[in-house]
């Protein structure tokens, strides 16, 4: 059973970090592409972050660059999020996606996660 378990998700204040987690079980994990998602209410889904196979190179969204880094342990079959400086309007649902392509589009990814909420407070 191919399933994906995100954690770390929270209520913090502005300026605050928080690292999600993305732990991955029944697929191989090293062969597939890791990214993050993000849905706040009313809004469409956002492209987060994603991450290669092996970990080299990386793909931001423009409202995140500089802030959300994303990165990855294959002997571990985990991914992470590491979140800083959040900001109000970075509260949204942060679901954890799988793919054998590198993509920004929601579409790309076939394996998700539940999602974990992440509250921002000003």
């Known amino acids: 059973q191919v399933q994906l378990v995100e954690s770390g998700g929270g209520l913090v204040q502005a300026g605050a970090s928080l690292r999600l987690s993305c732990v991955a079980s029944?697929?191989?994990?090293?062969?597939?592409?890791m990214a993050w998602f993000r849905q706040a209410p009313g809004k469409e889904r956002e492209f987060v972050a994603a991450i290669r196979w092996s970990g080299v190179g990386t793909a931001e969204g423009p409202s995140v660059k500089g802030r959300f880094a994303i990165s990855r342990d294959n002997t571990k079959s985990t991914a992470y999020l590491q979140m800083n400086s959040l900001k109000p309007e970075d509260t949204a649902v942060y679901y954890c996606?799988?793919?054998?392509?590198?993509?920004?589009?929601?579409?790309?990814?076939?394996?998700w996660g539940q999602g974990t909420p992440v509250t921002v407070t000003s």
């Open positions: 029944g697929l191989v994990f090293s062969n597939h592409v």
């Open positions: 996606a799988a793919s054998h392509q590198f993509a920004e589009q929601s579409g790309a990814y076939g394996i």
